[in-house]
Every structure is written in C-alpha cells, then in structure tokens.
C-alpha cells in the first residue's frame, strides 16, 4: 500500500529567496532575502517534480502581513521621533526608558504588553524586519518554481496543495504556523493551529524545508513537535540542503537542527528523500 508521505513548505516566498534578476519581474526585488534560500527552493521544486508520483500531500505556510505591523518600521519612532531602522531589536525595558516608542501614542499600552509577554515566554524579542511578505505583492508568492512543481503535481493528482496563512494580525510576531509569539484571544488566527496540526497528523512521514531555518522554518517544527510529542515526532523529517538562515542567526539554525535530532526528528537531504518518494509508488 502507498505511504502517507507528506511534504511542508515552510514560507517559501520570494521576498526570503536571494533571487537572481530572470527571477525579479520590473526590478522587484526581495525584502529579506536568506543567502542560500533560491538554491534551496530549486532543489524543493526538482524533489516535488522527481518525486510527484510518490508525494501524498503537500502543505504550504504563507508569511502574510499588513504594512503596518508590530514588527515593521512604521510602526515605531525614536524616542526623538526619527525613524527605527530594519533589524533593530526592541525590548519592553527600553520602550520604558524612552529609546523607542509606537508612532501611535494610542498604542503604547498594548506594545508594552505584547513586549512584556514576547519576552516572559523567552523564545524571542521583537526584531524591527524590513516590510516583507506584505499581502498582495509579488514578494508574498511562492518562488515561481516551487509553484510550478506543486502546480503540477495537484494537476497530475487532482489533489490541491494545503495552504496556511499566518501573520495577519498586525499586534503579535507569527513565525510559526502554528502559534503565533503571543496568542490574541480576540483573533482565532492566532492561537493554536489544532486543525493544522490533525492534518499533519494524517501523515506518515513529513518532509520539511523552507525559509528561514533560523527562524519561520525553527519555530513551526518546534511548534509541531511540542504538539506530536514523543510518540510521533518521528515523523518529521528535516531537509537540511532545503532550508537556510537569516544572516547572523547561523548558531541558532544549528542549535534548532541538534535540538530537533535529540528529540527524535530525523535529518537528511533533498537525495535521500527523493529516493524514498521514488520507492513510494
């Protein structure tokens, strides 16, 4: 009998590829491009076309944002009013101290709570990221031949590719799909993914890769694996070849990959997991 073997792309969008220009229609180019991301979304794409006949399932998250977001420029000011660069890390003691403060002033109170439970849970303090993934621009698609590959496969299939929308709500960081950094109890979209998680859970085998390892890829597998638990963390399978870090977060991608492989969580390359696709037919 086939097995359930199931593929997860995690934000596999062109704003995180480090595109080359055939790649960037009308001088577009990517907000927060991972070095590495387009290589491994090429081998992504050439593992879904090789190994389409023995895929049972594809998921797909989508990083998805407003432009005014708790975690973009525009949102903050100096405490002098200037502007707050990309890549500024803010905390809840200097926001206190007067260093930066929401350019609403109405919003000062629930930044500060959002910053004081960001922090208390310790996974994380807001990082200020370029405008990325803003929802209906060309750095929110799928890299186009990621897309392609998949496309062909629910054609040849007739089974549609299951896709995850996360990061719409502008108060909370949402680098998992499955949580976001600090639930909303306001906003369903943002708490625990149970119907996410069940669908997986189908699954026999998962086979993940994506953008960023550091971080979007780092949060959902941990996420998925808080939720598995022990007795089915096996399932997942990391492809290591198929992911990369944000520039400076290297350790924290290696220390996610160790974490994961003490846990039960396998690791391997784009090679083997086709061979085991190409078995499955």
Not at 136 to 160: F, I, K, M, Q
Request: aromatic share 6%.
């Amino acid at each position: 009998m086939k097995r359930q073997l199931h593929l997860l792309l995690i934000d596999p969008q062109n704003d995180f590829c480090d595109l080359p220009g055939a790649y960037r229609p009308h001088n577009a180019s990517p907000a927060l491009p991972v070095a590495g991301a387009h290589a491994d979304m090429l081998r992504t794409a050439q593992l879904i076309t090789e190994g389409a006949a023995g895929i049972a399932g594809i998921s797909v998250t989508l990083d998805s944002h407003h432009r005014i977001d708790i975690a973009h420029p525009a949102f903050w000011q100096t405490g002098d009013g200037g502007a707050v660069a990309p890549f500024t890390q803010i905390t809840a003691g200097e926001v206190r101290e007067g260093r930066y403060a929401p350019r609403k002033p109405a919003a000062m109170a629930r930044a500060l709570a959002y910053l004081d439970a960001l922090e208390a849970a310790g996974r994380y303090k807001l990082m200020v990221w370029p405008v990325h993934c803003e929802i209906g621009s060309w750095g929110h698609n799928v890299h186009a031949d990621v897309r392609a590959a998949y496309n062909h496969w629910e054609e040849s299939t007739l089974r549609s590719v299951h896709k995850v929308i996360k990061g719409t709500n502008p108060w909370t960081e949402h680098y998992s799909a499955v949580l976001a950094e600090v639930p909303d109890p306001q906003d369903k979209g943002t708490q625990l993914n149970a119907d996410f998680i069940a669908h997986l859970g189908q699954a026999e085998r998962i086979y993940v890769a994506g953008e960023a390892g550091s971080h979007c890829v780092k949060a959902t597998v941990e996420d998925i694996a808080r939720q598995f638990g022990p007795a089915r963390r096996s399932k997942l399978v990391l492809l290591t070849d198929c992911m990369s870090p944000v520039a400076g977060f290297e350790a924290q991608q290696q220390a996610f990959l160790a974490a994961m492989a003490e846990q039960g969580v396998r690791l391997a390359t784009a090679a083997e997991a086709l061979e085991e696709l190409k078995a499955n037919v």
